[in-house]
């Protein structure tokens, strides 16, 4: 991209969602080279975003651009010629973890919904729970998909104990990484991959009963544990 003078200006834009609202600081004619062909676009700079850039329906309509998801390529056009890319598809993705907002105390046999802080102000994201807490806490915690709205979401915690445990402001309760989209959809479940991921996650604990409890928990969210 081209580097040019920002005209200040300060205003506030929704997001496609339309709920979350960004700070804009400015605009500028930001420059991308996409392939051999050099295109431009009218942006707004703002504080926090998701990604580096994100590209709308203006840029879509202004350079006529055809996605093929199946083929991962796109194709743009200018005025003198269509150019066809092939997707760069980033292998590592970004991990952002996610912190518990308040001290919690999670009561024996119950589940609780708490607030946690994730560093993107709105995206579909994918949650994993911190291995290192399974491992030194009773609380149980599932792979799930939340909603980030102003770098806010919600995770379930399970405590199968026949006491209360707390959890201080602040500790990691997982990651997040931005979830892609899947075009095809798999509506079976393999329950024998689901048996053995669900043995695996409750080996640790001793009690007989506990045991019981929570298997029974996870098995209400079998599709979780059929990859």
């Known amino acids: 991209y081209g580097k040019h003078l920002v005209n200040k200006s300060?205003?506030?834009i929704i997001l496609a969602d339309g709920h979350t609202s960004l700070s804009v600081f400015g605009t500028m004619t930001?420059?991308?080279?996409m392939g051999d062909m050099l295109t431009s676009i009218k942006?707004?700079?703002v504080k926090e975003l998701c990604a580096d850039c994100i590209l709308?329906?203006?840029?879509i309509n202004k350079y006529k651009l055809i996605i093929?998801?199946?083929a991962q390529m796109v194709s743009i056009s200018d005025d003198y010629k269509r150019a066809t890319l092939k997707f760069a598809v980033n292998k590592n993705d970004i991990r952002y973890p996610a912190r518990?907002?308040?001290?919690v105390r999670v009561p024996p046999k119950q589940t609780v919904t708490v607030p946690v802080s994730v560093e993107l102000s709105s995206a579909q994201v994918l949650f994993r729970p911190s291995f290192k807490l399974q491992k030194r806490s009773p609380v149980v915690m599932l792979n799930s998909a939340l909603t980030i709205h102003h770098r806010t979401s919600f995770i379930s915690l399970h405590n199968p104990t026949t006491y209360s445990y707390s959890l201080p402001k602040g500790i990691i309760l997982g990651t997040t990484t931005i979830s892609t989209l899947s075009?095809?959809?798999n509506s079976t479940t393999?329950?024998?991959?689901v048996h053995k991921n669900i043995n695996n996650l409750i080996r640790h604990i001793d009690n007989p009963e506990q045991q019981d409890r929570v298997k029974t928990l996870l098995n209400q969210y079998a599709k979780l544990f059929d990859t």
Not at 30 to 33: A, E, N, R, V
Not at 190 to 193: A, F, L, R, Y
């Open 10 to 12: 300060h205003s506030r």
């Open 30 to 33: 930001l420059s991308i080279t």
């Open 43 to 45: 942006t707004f700079i």
């Open 56 to 59: 709308g329906m203006d840029f």
């Open 68 to 70: 093929n998801t199946d």
């Open 100 to 103: 518990l907002i308040n001290n």
């Open 183 to 185: 075009f095809k959809r």
């Open 190 to 193: 393999d329950h024998q991959i």
